[in-house]
């Protein structure tokens, strides 16, 4: 019976890192879906609990990232904008052929690319963590034995072996 109970213990924490994947069913579902399972299962034993505040605090993490790297882009591409972007606009319409790329607001143009490559790639790069690291906290929960931690995660909620670590 106590195998049984192990093997549901880590059914759960399986399913919590995978409901992260929620995401792509509606918007906050990796938030909501491992939320609500954790709730429900928390108290049933610590591995569970671990698991839960894991996913939910690295995908409150990723989420908090991806916004910032959002904003940061977005005041630069508008700061880019409003020093010259609306005469940039009008100098394309004017100008034919490869003239374009020889007028005077290039700069505005490249800092336009430039920040969409660089913080597009960033995005980019959020999301493969995630992938990745969702599936290896799915893999090591169904293993049982070690506690999975995720990277770059932020604590928001707190676990035991986190609590006991920072008091010691």
């Known amino acids: 019976m106590e195998n049984t ?8 924490a399986t399913c919590l890192h995978l409901l992260s994947f929620g995401k792509w069913l509606f918007p906050l579902g990796n ?3 491992p939320i609500l399972l954790w709730m429900v299962n928390s108290k049933k034993s610590d591995f569970v609990d ?13 989420t908090l990232y991806s916004i910032a790297l959002a904003v940061i882009a977005a005041i630069i591409l508008v700061v880019a904008f409003a020093s010259g ?4 606009l009008e100098g394309l319409d004017r100008m034919d052929g490869d003239e374009w790329m020889h007028g005077e607001h290039m700069g505005i143009f490249a800092t336009m690319i ?3 490559i660089l913080f597009g790639g960033a995005l980019l790069l959020i999301g493969i963590v995630d992938l990745v690291y969702t599936i290896r906290g799915a893999m090591q ?13 932020i604590p928001f909620l707190s676990t035991k072996t986190e609590s006991n670590n920072t008091t010691t």
């Not at 109970?5 to 759960?12: G, S, W, Y």
């Not at 839960?52 to 995908?59: A, R, S």
């Not at 972007?85 to 940039?88: D, R, S, T, V, Y």
């Not at 929960?141 to 995660?153: H, I, S």
């Open 5 to 12: 109970l192990q093997n549901n213990h880590r059914n759960l």
């Open 31 to 33: 938030f909501i879906l």
């Open 50 to 62: 671990h698991h839960g505040k894991q996913v939910i605090n690295f995908q409150l993490s990723m």
């Open 85 to 88: 972007g609306i005469e940039f």
């Open 114 to 116: 430039g920040v969409g």
């Open 141 to 153: 929960a169904n293993d049982g034995g070690v506690l999975f931690k995720y990277p770059l995660t």
